[in-house]
């Protein structure tokens, strides 16, 4: 069984930043490529960042380019989105998801995920 764990939401002031992270376990899950999506309230859930298994691919909504990061040691360890310069309009669920290696990956796809994690509240006050 695999699990998606998120962590590291809370409450941060306009321009300031949080750090989530994002693991994945399970015994046959040895590798995955890794998105980030958010809802807020009353919306869709959107892309934020995604990476590929080997850290050699990232992707970026155009609303979070130069703000955020994605980053990955390597393919066994955790997933970690760094938020700087935060704005309210960042307020929402974060949620982490895992796509199994094969195929071609499309990181903006909701669909090519195959596991996801329950959600870390994002707070950003004015």
């Known amino acids: 069984q695999v699990q998606v764990t998120e962590s590291g939401g809370g409450l941060a002031q306009a321009g300031g930043s949080l750090r989530l992270s994002c693991a994945a376990s399970g015994r046959t899950l040895t590798r995955y490529h890794a998105g980030w999506f958010r809802q807020a309230p009353g919306k869709e859930r959107e892309f934020v960042a995604g990476?590929?298994?080997?850290?050699?691919?990232?992707e970026y909504a155009n609303s979070v380019k130069g703000r955020f990061t994605i980053s990955r040691e390597n393919a066994d360890t955790p997933v970690y989105l760094q938020m700087n310069n935060l704005k309210p309009e960042d307020t929402a669920v974060y949620y982490c998801?895992?796509?199994?290696?094969?195929?071609?990956?499309?990181?903006?796809?909701?669909?090519?995920?195959?596991?996801w994690g329950q959600g870390t509240q994002v707070t950003v006050s004015s």
């Open positions: 990476i590929s298994w080997s850290a050699g691919a990232t």
């Open positions: 998801a895992a796509a199994r290696p094969g195929g071609t990956w499309w990181p903006r796809d909701k669909d090519g995920y195959d596991y």
